[in-house]
């Protein structure tokens, strides 16, 4: 709890994956991929209670084992590959609030994006609460420069993305940004079926070695690498 709030963290992690089958129970350095987002949420200062919202009967086992609260299936309906996040926190926030449960503020941590700490979190929240409990998204700089990047047109002539000339240092270049996935917090009273969470205003800047985010088998790898040489990080 922080400024006499109620936090919750919820962790979606469905059964079903397309680019490694069975991801959120990955091994990742000894421990499945879920486990990283459940530890950190844990070890966080400020959020009260910690939920994993899945449909796979293994993924509940696992979470409860890490500490994490497990109190509804997710309906399958809500486990496809064309489900939204968004629908599963509306069903998240809905299960719990039929609980008697309420809270002030929801911390939305993908398990996919193991790297992130407690420390991440807290430093996330804290900046949420300092701009008056606007919608905030983790985001890391860019690996790409938007001033180097070209699409083709149909006559195979590159186009530039920015209108800007790119005949500049890169050090000398515009400081951009990408949502990177880990950390997403909204006022719980806020969240409705127009809710963008990629859309949140408030930007909390992480290192690019936190912000890994497991989508294939080489994501898998590097990530075990950057875990198994801690000075990297």
């Known amino acids: 709890?922080?400024?006499?709030?109620?936090?919750?963290?919820?962790i979606p992690a469905r059964a079903g994956s397309k680019g490694i089958p069975g991801k959120n129970l990955a091994d990742l350095a000894g421990k499945p991929l879920v486990g990283y987002a459940i530890e950190a949420a844990l070890e966080s200062e400020y959020i009260d209670d910690v939920v994993v919202s899945t449909d796979g009967d293994d993924i509940a086992k696992v979470s409860r084992d890490f500490g994490a609260e497990v109190p509804f299936m997710r309906p399958v309906i809500l486990a496809t590959d064309t489900s939204s996040t968004l629908s599963v926190v509306l069903h998240a926030i809905e299960a719990l609030r039929s609980d008697g449960r309420e809270y002030d503020d929801l911390?939305?941590?993908?398990?996919t994006q193991p790297l992130r700490t407690a420390k991440d979190i807290d430093g996330a929240l804290m900046m949420y609460y300092d701009?008056?409990?606007?919608?905030?998204?983790s985001v890391s700089p860019v690996d790409d420069h938007p001033l180097l990047v070209r699409s083709i047109d149909n006559n195979g002539?590159?186009?530039?993305?920015?209108?800007?000339?790119?005949?500049?240092?890169?050090?000398?270049?515009?400081?951009?940004?990408?949502?990177?996935?880990?950390?997403?917090?909204?006022?719980?009273?806020s969240i409705d079926s127009e809710t963008s969470f990629n859309d949140n205003s408030i930007p909390y800047i992480m290192d690019r070695s936190h912000s890994?985010?497991?989508?294939?088998?080489?994501?898998?790898?590097?990530?075990?690498?950057?875990?198994?040489?801690?000075?990297?990080?």
């Open 131 to 137: 701009n008056g409990c606007q919608p905030l998204a």
């Open 212 to 233: 890994i985010d497991i989508d294939e088998p080489w994501d898998l790898n590097l990530a075990r690498y950057l875990i198994q040489n801690p000075c990297i990080l």
């Open 107 to 111: 911390v939305l941590l993908q398990p």
């Open 157 to 189: 002539t590159l186009q530039q993305l920015l209108d800007a000339k790119s005949t500049c240092r890169r050090q000398d270049m515009p400081a951009y940004f990408r949502i990177n996935g880990c950390i997403y917090v909204n006022e719980v009273r």
């Open 1 to 10: 709890m922080l400024n006499g709030r109620k936090v919750l963290a919820l």
